[in-house]
């Protein structure tokens, strides 16, 4: 196999314009544009709304390319295109190639006979995306939520045009890998491992390669298996016909498990395709762990069970949904991908929701996600839309789309499942079509048989789900039936219910719940002018894509906190919020385990800086969420249920782990000045993979003598001396509490030039603690509450090397208190 790149410099060209300017593939029309200085940034100010054109205007690629004699002289040559966004029509040396409809697609050509040696050209055109969607909405309605104009008919990434979270920047380009292949006699086409695991202690692999054959020629197929670099196995099998099968077994196998269930060993394998005189002709490699993992659905005491069961052990899913990283995907490097994926694992998360409105990501993605243990919810890339499935040639594409993507991801470890669709059944399929729905007979053409086919034959190991959510028994249009299925929890947000209705909440899986809030005052500072630093500028509001967003926001943090006295703690304090929703939220999923077993919250990351419901920032600075995450999905947590009526609180213990543990909840009954009125220690067993309430704490003389709104509760679990999880139980809204000045006390300690420990301790309750620099840095701790007379000490790593006086400069500790005093 012989490779020629075509990656690198090319020219753009823009419709009826005679001079191109430089372009980068892989890349987009929009980065190209904005390299040169043609347009400026889109994510600034509200540039969003004068970039409109670009996706109404066709664009051409055009780059020289030389080959020599040794290289035209393979049997097939092929262009192979890893993705090319999304109408385009290819020309060699100014002669027809092709062309794609899809973006999601590997295309290729055998270009053979179009090539020279010497100096060839290649053309792509690339016609408007925008003005297509809308002239085959003539032909047929497809009803949307997100304003796509067309989009739908389009195998394009749809959040491309625009969402309640993200910009509408419609583009275009050759955005993934693009190559020539020239090859002889035969190259692998196909590779499918399956593991069988009935036997103890051993692991069969049954490997199926399927040969592209160029002669009728003796071939064989060398496999190797390596753990950590070191030989396990070696076997060479036989090619017959187009066909190479092999069965491996391995003994004492390492099991892959999920993030904190386990490690996460993984087993190289090659396919070596070797001719008759033992050359090799192709390789490829596989990287795979030694797993079960399964969508459980079994009938229970409350319905019907939807839980993930990994190596026969069930788990709590924990975790969030994926969007692109960036409006323009071939930006996201592999550095950028790590950085947010091992920021999802050091919040104890251990699945992420690919969601169907935006990319199947690149191999890179899968790749960390199988090292970090992070479970992966495929949805396919369909979103809050209706589609053509009546249209043929619509039908043929995304058949194709299925087929490769099922058998590039297929091995992942992380793979856990795979979803038809986001969101169609929550009211955009009725019995016929209308304005607002398609019809259950055409929804079914895709998601009720061609794409549950595809995964049977192709990937039967792995569990597929019509749509999230979806309600698999009775009327499945009832599509948030507690009983059985997974929902999407709307009702805090969008239904303005208040936060404690998540104790209401009893479903099995929870694949979508959500809370806004605004990012950093740095990040808010890189899209605005200082005159445009009020949350109801024009500007802030052009970030702000939910509609009445900002009111809603507003709307709830009256209800909880006092007003901010600046626009900066206005943003400190919508984060703060945030975090409270989704800690009311998933504190109680987790407490009903086994009942509901998996919160996966809306969403991670962003793809541009705006207000959203993002932990992540676009920047990938963590939210208060995200810090509170790494505190509620903790592997062991201890939380406490107020009721003011009975002046109580329950205190329970939820347990992921895998083994059985003893602990002490340490517990301290306070006045909203710090005085202590009552304390007391709890033994408590925790049992591995279970929640349970470990008593009822009566406080009926507090409350006549000091009052609800004059009391903290605060809770501490200790396992072997330490403490792995804090908690604050408060009996009324923190806006009524009358704090005093907390007098935080700061002390330093430095361990390197990008690593300090912040030691903080406070003479009066300080509530969410957190310290900002004004440079990057991540916390191991931070809204944190400290207790007078408790110290807490947070290891701060900086982005930059920083003397021990340029780090005390940069730091500022801020707790609730300083959010409304001037």
Request: charged share 20%; aromatic share 12%; glycine share 6%.
């Amino acid at each position: 196999m012989d490779y020629i790149n075509l990656n690198g410099a090319w020219r753009l060209y823009q419709a009826g314009e005679k001079d191109a300017i430089a372009a980068t593939v892989p890349g987009t029309v929009h980065t190209d544009l904005l390299a040169v200085g043609k347009i400026p940034d889109p994510y600034y100010r509200d540039n969003e709304a004068r970039l409109q054109w670009i996706g109404e205007t066709d664009w051409t690629y055009s780059r020289h390319f030389t080959l020599d004699q040794t290289f035209l002289a393979h049997e097939r040559v092929l262009l192979h295109c890893a993705g090319l966004d999304t109408l385009a029509e290819i020309t060699i040396n100014r002669q027809r190639v092709g062309q794609t409809d899809n973006m999601f697609r590997t295309w290729e050509f055998d270009v053979k006979s179009l090539l020279i040696p010497g100096d060839n050209e290649i053309v792509i055109t690339f016609s408007a995306p925008a003005p297509y969607g809308r002239k085959r909405l003539e032909e047929h309605v497809l009803p949307n939520w997100n304003g796509l104009k067309g989009g739908n008919w389009l195998r394009k990434e749809q959040c491309n045009f625009g969402w309640d979270w993200g910009p509408n920047l419609v583009t275009c380009g050759i955005w993934r890998n693009i190559r020539l292949i020239g090859f002889n006699t035969a190259r692998l086409a196909d590779i499918h491992i399956r593991q069988d695991h009935s036997v103890p202690n051993q692991v069969t692999l049954r490997c199926q390669t399927q040969i592209e054959r160029l002669a009728e020629t003796p071939l064989s197929m060398m496999i190797s298996v390596k753990l950590d670099g070191v030989d396990v196995t070696q076997l060479d099998v036989p090619v017959i016909g187009s066909t190479a099968a092999a069965e491996i077994t391995i003994n004492d196998p390492a099991l892959w498990w999920p993030n904190g269930l386990g490690d996460q060993p993984l087993y190289e394998i090659s396919f070596s395709l070797r001719d008759a005189h033992s050359s090799q002709l192709d390789i490829q490699h596989k990287r795979i762990g030694l797993r079960t993992l399964r969508l459980e659905r079994e009938p229970d005491e409350w319905g019907e069970s939807f839980r993930f069961v990994v190596n026969g052990v069930p788990f709590f899913a924990k975790g969030a949904n994926w969007i692109p990283a960036d409006c323009f995907a071939p930006r996201i490097d592999a550095e950028w991908y790590a950085r947010l994926l091992k920021d999802a694992a050091a919040a104890h998360m251990n699945m992420l929701r690919v969601w169907g409105g935006g990319i199947y990501e690149q191999e890179i993605f899968y790749d960390l996600c199988d090292e970090l243990g992070l479970c992966i919810w495929q949805d396919f890339m369909f979103a809050c839309a209706a589609y053509p499935t009546f249209d043929q040639d619509f039908m043929v594409t995304v058949k194709h789309e299925i087929e490769e993507n099922v058998r590039r991801l297929r091995h992942h470890p992380c793979m856990a499942l795979w979803c038809g669709n986001n969101e169609l059944e929550q009211g955009l399929i009725g019995d016929q079509w209308t304005e607002r729905t398609m019809s259950w007979e055409d929804y079914a053409r895709l998601f009720d048989q061609m794409i549950p086919e595809v995964t049977a034959r192709l990937d039967p190991d792995t569990s597929y789900w019509p749509s999230s959510a979806h309600s698999p028994l009775g009327n499945r249009q009832d599509f948030n039936n507690p009983k059985w299925g997974d929902a999407h929890i709307w009702d805090v947000w969008h239904g303005l219910k208040p936060f404690e209705y998540y104790r209401t909440c009893y479903h099995r899986f929870n694949s979508e719940f959500g809370f806004q809030s605004f990012p950093e005052p740095r990040t808010v500072y890189s899209y605005t002018e200082p005159h445009e630093r009020n949350i109801t500028s024009y500007v802030m509001e052009w970030h702000q894509r939910s509609g009445p967003g900002n009111r809603i926001i507003i709307q709830y943090l009256l209800e909880w906190f006092r007003m901010a006295t600046s626009f900066e703690m206005t943003l400190w304090l919508t984060q703060i919020l945030q975090g409270m929703a989704m800690r009311y939220a998933v504190e109680h999923w987790r407490r009903i385990m086994p009942r509901g077993m998996g919160t996966l919250y809306w969403q991670i990351n962003d793809c541009w800086q705006v207000a959203s419901w993002s932990s992540l920032d676009y920047f990938g600075r963590w939210k208060a969420l995200h810090y509170m995450a790494r505190q509620f999905y903790a592997p062991v947590v201890v939380s406490g249920i107020e009721n003011i009526e009975t002046a109580s609180a329950e205190i329970h213990i939820t347990s992921d782990t895998r083994h059985d543990q003893s602990g002490v909840v340490v517990w301290h009954l306070t006045t909203a000045t710090g005085e202590t009125i009552e304390n007391g220690r709890l033994a408590a067993e925790i049992p591995a993979q279970r929640s349970r309430m470990i008593t009822t704490l009566d406080f009926k003389k507090a409350f006549e003598q000091y009052g609800p709104r004059n009391l903290l509760l605060w809770l501490d679990l200790q396992i072997e001396g330490n403490t792995v999880s804090r908690s604050l139980v408060l009996w009324s809204r923190p806006k009524h509490l009358d704090l005093l000045d907390p007098a935080i006390k700061v002390q330093i300690t430095t361990v390197n030039e990008f690593t300090y420990q912040v030691s903080l301790t406070a003479e009066k309750p300080a509530l969410w603690t957190w310290l900002q620099l004004d440079f990057d840095a991540q916390c191991s701790d931070n809204f944190v509450h400290l207790r007078p007379g408790e110290a807490q000490t947070i290891t701060v790593n900086t982005s930059q090397a920083a003397t021990p006086a340029e780090f005390s400069q940069a730091l500022r500790v801020c707790s609730l208190y300083d959010t409304y005093q001037p």
